[in-house]
């Protein structure tokens, strides 16, 4: 048998991983030996009763840790158009109150992301963006992507669901590790907060993570699963099923959301750690999952 000649040094065009749309969905992030990724969704970033200062705050740690960053549907708020039922004048910011409102929400989000340009990977739509589609005929996150990328941004975009693969990369070894996204649907039962819902995702999809979002909760749940491999060795893989909040906070005085009964949210996202792990027969990714990043020199 020949002998395998090692991979030559992978190169990221952006230090230290990189972006790409294949077909089919998907986007493939490849890195190194590790990756802080930042998994996010429901910024409602034009909303008056979205929390910019902690999202600034987490983009900073991103930017910081060179972590790639994940917007999975609702960056935008967006209900403040003269045909949406949902409008109400006090929930759109002074700034935003213009006769080109959809003109305005896109660039300036796109200038207020400019510093963390580098960080941006996959932006997606949600309910959010989809409604304003529906009614006027444009796509909020298309527009908002292209900007970024005319700045210099690497970002990509996805659709209300799709697939992240990221893949490891050295002299040596090559690996994957995929992840299942989907905005969410369904208001999010006060009880399970939506852990239930995981169960309509792992019937139609197999992936290492699922993330869903939508329900502005906060949860996290790791389940196992036997997979063989094509020599007839099962191996114990752990699922990650993942929902991430939101930095939109209305349930304090009044507005549909108190009319509804829906209490506070959680609000932020979830760092997730991917470490490439070799041993002398086999190599995978590692993930775990955080509230905050680490430096990794540290440990």
Excluded at 44 to 65: F, N, V, Y
Excluded at 155 to 164: E, F, T
Excluded at 169 to 189: D, E, L, P
Excluded at 266 to 293: K, T, V
Aim: proline share 4%; net charge positive.
């Amino acid at each position: 048998m020949a002998k395998r000649k090692p991979l030559k040094p992978y190169r990221t065009t952006t230090d230290p991983w990189s972006s790409e749309t294949l077909t089919g969905g998907v986007t493939r992030i490849t890195f190194k030996l590790h990756l802080w990724v930042f998994v996010s969704s429901d910024w409602h970033w034009d909303s008056t009763h979205c929390d910019r200062e902690r999202l600034a705050h987490d983009l900073g740690l991103a930017k910081k840790h060179h972590a790639a960053v994940l917007s999975l549907g609702d960056g935008f708020d967006a209900m403040g158009g003269k045909f949406d039922p949902r409008s109400t004048k006090h929930s759109i910011r002074p700034e935003l109150q213009t006769d080109d409102y959809f003109d305005a929400c896109v660039t300036q989000c796109a200038e207020w992301l400019k510093p963390y340009k580098e960080s941006l990977a996959l932006i997606t739509p949600g309910n959010h963006e989809s409604a304003v589609r529906k009614r006027q005929e444009t796509c909020l996150t298309t527009r908002l992507v292209e900007r970024l990328k005319m700045a210099g941004s690497p970002v990509r975009q996805g659709g209300y669901s799709g697939w992240v693969l990221f893949r490891s990369v050295n002299t040596t070894r090559t690996t994957t590790h995929s992840m299942y996204y989907h905005h969410g649907f369904g208001g999010g039962s006060p009880v399970t907060a939506g852990v239930g819902n995981y169960h309509h995702y792992m019937a139609q999809v197999d992936a290492d993570v699922i993330v869903a979002g939508h329900i502005h909760q906060r949860t996290f749940v790791e389940a196992s699963r036997q997979r063989i491999s094509g020599h007839g060795i099962v191996r114990i893989k752990p699922l990650h099923l993942v929902r991430s909040a939101s930095y939109k906070q209305e349930c304090l005085t009044d507005g549909w959301a108190v009319e509804k009964g829906m209490g506070p949210r959680p609000l932020g996202g979830w760092w997730m750690l991917l470490e490439q792990d070799s041993h002398a027969n086999e190599c995978h990714i590692r993930a775990s999952f955080h509230d905050a990043p680490f430096d990794l020199k540290s440990r």
